[in-house]
């Protein structure tokens, strides 16, 4: 398990997390969902020692993760960044992963290339920004890290490429359990997915729980305006739309007993993720 | 630790380089000693552990930023990032100046246009290239480290107050043996002790690599990964 | 068989009323082994906890049961029990709302009964 305490982080002039609290549990899937500049990459950066953290502190299984190299080690991150030198071929930083991560599977890497269409003798920097992409996702599938985080993982794949990706998570995750954070906008393809969802706003967890729950937590009311807006008072209202007389009111909470003249529809984690979101 | 499979990474990723370098080294001084042999005026030396020195400082500022993301990339701390860079100094500094001392050696078999540099044992002076081929890769270590946590309007700075710096020295030096204002007194006398045998030298820059080796771990502490800020 | 992510229905339910429906249809007969999590987690992209969530809600229904070291396997008579569950269920999802619908456009219970019957004539 990953935990992270109290954990804040300054840049120069610029908060990017405020005293934050979460944890990642074993063998499970996570959303980590956020808007441009929430903290994502910032949160992601700490839990795999890139960026260390102003205040508050990092464990994983306990023990505490900042400058670890032994519990470091159970960790693989895809990051938006490419670490590696353009002029370095993708073949070789296999085979330095492979040193760094005894798991390392070469194998199973050689076959995700071939399935991805990846040419493994190009170099890092002749790779286009979507094989960029396809490159760090095939090193952290076969990476045998016990956790897998991912930072924008499908940036610049095509519909393809995608659905692969997903495909081949889903068969690592059932073949070898790993606990794995998502860390992407696209929101609807990653829903059934994940069973936990993690958003952050403004540098501060806004919302920590099992994906199945997300279903229940909003629903959006349409029907005639006064009647609409008579229903809602006094209800936790996340946002609403008019279109002539009617009106649709996207609302957070359990559904309960709606008159026959109004109607009901679930909010979907994007619906619901685009209201709270909202500034 | 993962400090051998980081050093085993700098030794894979750099060797190429550093085989091309003593190539080129040996080549250039063969053909130069048989040109000056064959004219047989003139004296010929190639000061190949000189050239050493700045080929080393050149991968001394090229092993912050990179060793530091395969670092990053593959969970290993600053910590051991920093002595893996330490171990692979001290390795390279010490090969690079036996095979330059060695290399130094090829003139020598055409006595009549040879003049040696220095005139101590060779062991002597391997260890002597050591010290200061370590020193200098300490110093190109600091200064990329340095460049990288530095934000432009620093880096600007540092840009001109480093060769401002290197001039006065540079002054400072020539003027040693003119006698100056007693205020400046203690520095020529330091340069004169330092001039006078060696192993001062060698010492001196010991004490130089243990300087920027101290600022260097002080860049690397809390170096963090460049990532695009939140606005605002 | 089709996940539908926006019905507001838990997924882990749409996959076990598609089993049942395979089931029923005999796409799977009694007896014989069905997909397993891992093979229906990569065809749907589901997380396979979901999926295993459906799976167990249907061996404790008596519809799949477990060979170990195998797999899921359909149970011999499951075929009756969803039959006669989903009668049971079959007022509450379809008549109910026939009859409250066909209250909004006017239709009364008597000529309801005369357009099913009528239906069921052509079928």
């Given at each position: 398990?990953?935990?992270?305490?109290?954990?804040?982080?300054?840049?120069?002039?610029?908060?990017?997390?405020?005293?934050?609290?979460?944890?990642?549990?074993?063998?499970?899937?996570?959303?980590?969902?956020?808007?441009?500049?929430?903290?994502?990459?910032?949160?992601?950066n700490l839990m795999t020692n890139r960026l260390i953290p102003t205040e508050g502190f990092l464990y994983l299984d306990g023990f505490p993760l900042t400058e670890n190299d032994r519990v470091l080690g159970k960790i693989f991150c895809m990051s938006e960044n490419t670490l590696y030198e353009p002029s370095v071929r993708v073949e070789r930083i296999f085979k330095w992963t492979a040193m760094f991560y005894p798991a390392f599977d070469t194998a199973y890497a050689a076959a995700l290339a071939e399935k991805f269409g990846l040419d493994t003798r190009k170099k890092v920097g002749q790779l286009s920004t979507g094989y960029r992409s396809i490159f760090k996702l095939v090193l952290t599938?076969?990476?045998?890290?016990?956790?897998?985080?991912?930072?924008?993982?499908?940036?610049?794949?095509?519909?393809?490429?995608?659905?692969?990706?997903?495909?081949?998570?889903?068969?690592?995750?059932?073949?070898?359990?790993?606990?794995?954070?998502?860390?992407t906008h696209l929101i609807e393809e990653i829903a059934s997915l994940i069973e936990h969802v993690v958003i952050?706003?403004?540098?501060?967890?806004?919302?920590?729980?099992?994906?199945?729950?997300?279903?229940?937590?909003?629903?959006?009311?349409?029907?005639?305006k006064d009647e609409v807006e008579k229903w809602c008072a006094g209800k936790n209202i996340l946002g609403s739309q008019e279109i002539g007389g009617l009106m649709l009111a996207h609302i957070l909470g359990r559904r309960s007993d709606i008159p026959a003249s109004l109607t009901a529809t679930p909010l979907d984690l994007q619906q619901l993720f685009i209201h709270l979101t909202n500034s | 630790?993962?400090?051998?499979?980081?050093?085993?990474?700098?030794?894979?990723?750099?060797?190429?380089?550093?085989?091309?370098?003593?190539?080129?080294?040996?080549?250039?001084?063969?053909?130069?000693?048989?040109?000056?042999?064959?004219?047989?005026?003139?004296?010929?030396?190639?000061?190949?552990?000189?050239?050493?020195?700045?080929?080393?400082?050149?991968?001394?500022?090229?092993?912050?930023?990179?060793?530091?993301?395969?670092?990053?990339?593959?969970?290993?701390?600053?910590?051991?990032?920093?002595?893996?860079?330490?171990?692979?100094?001290?390795f390279s500094s010490a090969l690079t100046a036996f095979v330059c001392v060695l290399i130094d050696m090829i003139p020598s078999l055409s006595p009549s246009t040879y003049i040696p540099l220095l005139t101590d044992t060779p062991g002597m002076?391997?260890?002597?290239?050591?010290?200061?081929?370590?020193?200098?890769?300490?110093?190109?270590?600091?200064?990329?480290?340095?460049?990288?946590?530095?934000?432009?309007?620093?880096?600007?700075?540092?840009?001109?107050?480093?060769?401002?710096?290197?001039?006065?020295?540079?002054?400072?030096?020539?003027?040693?043996?003119?006698?100056?204002?007693?205020?400046?007194?203690?520095?020529?006398?330091?340069?004169?002790?330092?001039?006078?045998?060696?192993?001062?030298?060698?010492?001196?820059?010991?004490?130089?690599?243990?300087?920027?080796?101290?600022?260097?771990?002080?860049?690397?502490?809390?170096?963090?990964?460049?990532?695009?800020?939140?606005?605002? | 068989?089709?996940?539908?992510?926006?019905?507001?229905?838990?997924?882990?339910?749409?996959?076990?009323?598609?089993?049942?429906?395979?089931?029923?249809?005999?796409?799977?007969?009694?007896?014989?082994?069905?997909?397993?999590?891992?093979?229906?987690?990569?065809?749907?992209?589901?997380?396979?906890?979901?999926?295993?969530?459906?799976?167990?809600?249907?061996?404790?229904n008596g519809v799949l049961y477990k060979r170990r070291g195998v797999g899921m396997f359909v149970c011999t008579g499951a075929k009756e029990k969803i039959q006669a569950r989903r009668k049971q269920s079959f007022f509450d999802d379809y008549v109910a709302s026939l009859l409250s619908e066909a209250e909004k456009l006017g239709i009364s219970p008597d000529e309801v009964i005369s357009m099913i019957k009528e239906g069921a004539k052509n079928d």
């Open positions: 398990m990953i935990e992270v305490r109290n954990v804040t982080k300054n840049f120069r002039n610029v908060t990017a997390l405020r005293s934050l609290n979460v944890s990642f549990g074993e063998n499970r899937i996570y959303g980590l969902l956020g808007r441009n500049g929430a903290g994502k990459s910032t949160l992601l599938l076969a990476s045998g890290a016990e956790y897998l985080l991912f930072d924008e993982p499908v940036l610049g794949l095509d519909a393809n490429h995608r659905q692969l990706f997903y495909e081949e998570l889903l068969a690592r995750y059932s073949k070898r359990p790993c606990t794995v954070i998502l860390s952050i706003k403004d540098g501060r967890i806004l919302l920590d729980r099992p994906a199945e729950e997300i279903h229940n937590m909003g629903f959006t009311v349409s029907g005639k | 630790m993962k400090i051998k499979q980081m050093f085993l990474w700098q030794l894979k990723s750099s060797l190429p380089a550093f085989i091309i370098f003593f190539c080129i080294i040996t080549a250039l001084t063969t053909v130069l000693t048989i040109v000056f042999a064959r004219n047989g005026n003139g004296t010929f030396n190639m000061a190949a552990a000189s050239i050493g020195v700045f080929f080393l400082f050149v991968v001394g500022c090229a092993s912050f930023a990179e060793n530091l993301h395969i670092a990053f990339g593959n969970g290993v701390s600053r910590r051991t990032h920093f002595l893996s860079f330490l171990l692979f100094a001290a002076q391997i260890f002597f290239y050591f010290t200061l081929n370590f020193g200098f890769m300490a110093f190109g270590y600091f200064l990329a480290g340095a460049y990288y946590r530095m934000n432009k309007a620093a880096k600007i700075t540092v840009s001109i107050i480093i060769p401002a710096a290197a001039i006065t020295c540079f002054v400072l030096i020539m003027n040693t043996a003119a006698p100056v204002g007693p205020e400046v007194q203690p520095l020529p006398l330091f340069l004169q002790w330092m001039l006078a045998s060696i192993m001062n030298a060698a010492l001196f820059w010991l004490l130089f690599a243990a300087l920027f080796l101290f600022l260097g771990w002080l860049v690397t502490r809390r170096a963090g990964i460049r990532q695009q800020q939140p606005a605002g | 068989m089709k996940i539908d992510f926006e019905s507001g229905i838990p997924i882990y339910l749409q996959i076990a009323d598609q089993i049942e429906d395979a089931v029923l249809s005999g796409i799977f007969p009694e007896d014989t082994q069905v997909p397993s999590t891992t093979e229906l987690s990569t065809l749907y992209k589901i997380n396979p906890a979901t999926v295993l969530k459906g799976i167990t809600l249907l061996t404790g």
